[in-house]
């Protein structure tokens, strides 16, 4: 008998025991979850401006209106949509996976669902970075302050557009080579399918690409020094191969690259465009984006001296994306932090060697390594606290329209039967905002689309901004029936000045102005065969001119 129990019984304790230890894990708070909620809090919760902040930028308009038209006819546009200075020309929707998951969100529960969205993937940002940190071994009283620099540094990012998957995706996607560098593992190639995904959120792919490229450069170089088999190059750059293949799934296959290349080379781009020019370093994040990069190139003497090429390679080429275009900055200490946490940290602990135990340095260097494995585990509470947020409607100031700060939303609702039945002026963000309100009856002229719009059109949209000497002509050529811009812009004195336009609202921030009777202000430009005219003919690629 008690051999038959052994066997009848001794297999189910096992299992038990460790389900148990399981669930313990999974029931029992970490400090990352604490990390990862009090970023959520600090950010948007306790924030002066509150989720709100999120959707400072109007794309987030558009691309919820691009998701719905996909949700709706079952397929990714490959003409316009929204304008009736370009209509049915060409166009790349190339981020329309993001466009899709922010319908999805905004049919379950508007911006509400949208901003949450957001700040979760923001945080999950700055918890990976942390942990990255930690897993490279570095001490926590080290990775946590370069943790948060990097968050600073990425504030200018802080907006719900696509580009929040790539700043989760790229420190995760490193450290998962790292670790398959460290133990190789069959999960790295899960890269290959993250790809393909990837591909069709966002295009900040291009830079994983080269990030990757580089990783197998440098391993590279590394066997090359260090006399060692060259297994690890040969798989790390076949995968480096079946990523880029996998980026060839998408709506627009190879055109996709030859797009986004032409984009980005655009000269008239990189001069006009804030956000892609150098940073300035004139507000908090830059400088702490600053710090980070004076300390990583710094770095790079020693990693160079330790024969780290990988390292080298990876702060090299980032910081040099950074210094070139401020939207690189959040990226570059993404990866940045990490690597500097982990050298910092080999950096004090060889100073503890003719220290004291009792000294005040070992004893923060001892906690910090002592509550490192607080920090490795996650458990189920973050989703949770997150879950019980989202049931949570007042007293949470969700936003139920884009901020009022940024927006004239008052003024378009008053005026909404008016602007829908007219043939509009605006700034690119404000049209941003009236495709979100009134999309399909509401098309426009110059939207965020700055890859859509031809450098033509892009540089009739300078004129009118800065209030050029060829204004007037424009206004006409174009037959704008209302102006709506901010009060401060240069065309608007000129408006003012002229007999053939009439102020119908003024509330200080925004203008609104209307064409004189005598122009046929509102002539048939709700007739669909408007719609088809092109004031425009020129072609070339330009970029959005709005600032960060």
């Not at 008690?2 to 460790?18: C, D, F, Q, R």
């Not at 100031?397 to 602007?419: G, I, S, Y």
Request: charged share 15%; hydrophobic share 50%.
């Amino acid at each position: 008998m008690s051999s038959g129990a052994s066997t009848v019984y001794t297999p189910s304790v096992i299992p038990v025991k460790a389900q148990s230890g399981f669930l313990a894990r999974l029931l029992t708070p970490t400090f990352s979850d604490c990390f990862y909620l009090a970023i959520l809090v600090w950010l948007f919760l306790a924030g002066a401006s509150g989720w709100k902040a999120l959707l400072m930028d109007g794309d987030t308009g558009w691309h919820i209106r691009a998701g719905e038209y996909i949700l709706n006819t079952g397929h990714v546009p490959a003409t316009d949509l929204f304008s009736f200075s370009k209509p049915g020309a060409p166009w790349f929707a190339w981020e329309w996976l993001s466009d899709v998951t922010f319908a999805i969100l905004f049919r379950w529960s508007g911006l509400k669902a949208v901003v949450l969205f957001c700040g979760v993937l923001i945080a999950l940002f700055a918890t990976v970075v942390l942990r990255f940190a930690i897993w490279r071994g570095a001490n926590v009283s080290v990775a946590f302050p370069l943790a948060m620099l990097a968050v600073g540094s990425a504030t200018i990012h802080f907006l719900a557009r696509p580009h929040l998957f790539t700043l989760v995706l790229l420190p995760a996607a490193l450290w998962m080579l790292e670790a398959d560098r460290k133990k190789p593992s069959r999960l790295l190639w899960v890269l290959i399918p993250v790809t393909v995904l990837w591909t069709n959120l966002h295009g900040g792919f291009a830079i994983f690409l080269v990030c990757l490229a580089l990783f197998a450069a440098g391993v590279a170089i590394e066997s090359w020094l260090g006399n060692r088999p060259w297994d690890a190059v040969r798989r790390y750059s076949a995968l480096c191969a079946a990523c880029s293949v996998a980026t060839l799934l998408n709506p627009y296959g190879w055109q996709l690259h030859w797009h986004i290349l032409q984009y980005l080379r655009s000269d008239w781009i990189r001069n006009l465009v804030q956000e892609f020019q150098a940073p300035t370093f004139r507000n908090e994040g830059q400088a702490q984006f600053e710090l980070l990069l004076v300390a990583g190139l710094i770095l790079v003497g020693r990693l160079i001296a330790e024969r780290r090429i990988v390292e080298v390679l990876w702060i090299l080429f980032l910081a040099h994306s950074a210094l070139g275009s401020v939207r690189h900055a959040p990226l570059y200490a993404a990866i940045a932090a990490p690597i500097l946490a982990s050298e910092l940290t080999a950096l004090w602990r060889s100073t503890l060697a003719g220290a004291r135990r009792s000294s005040l340095s070992n004893i923060l260097f001892q906690v910090g390594q002592d509550i490192q494995p607080m920090f490795r585990r996650v458990s189920f509470w973050a989703p949770a606290a997150v879950a019980v947020i989202a049931c949570i409607d007042a007293p949470i100031a969700w936003p139920e329209d884009f901020p009022k700060e940024a927006f004239p939303v008052q003024m378009v609702h008053r005026h909404a039967r008016l602007l829908n039945s007219s043939r509009v002026f605006t700034t690119d963000q404000w049209a941003d905002y009236l495709i979100y309100s009134f999309y399909p009856r509401q098309k426009v002229f110059f939207d965020g689309r700055s890859d859509f719009y031809g450098e033509g059109l892009g540089r009739e949209y300078l004129a009118l901004l800065q209030g050029g000497y060829t204004a007037r002509q424009i206004l006409e050529r174009n037959r704008f029936d209302l102006v709506l811009i901010p009060v401060d812009w240069p065309l608007a004195t000129i408006l003012k000045q002229a007999g053939n336009w009439t102020v119908l609202e003024d509330d200080g921030h925004a203008i609104l102005f209307r064409a004189a009777a005598d122009r046929g202000a509102l002539r048939a430009s709700s007739d669909p065969s408007r719609t088809n005219e092109k004031p425009s003919t020129s072609r070339t690629n330009n970029r959005r001119t709005k600032a960060l």
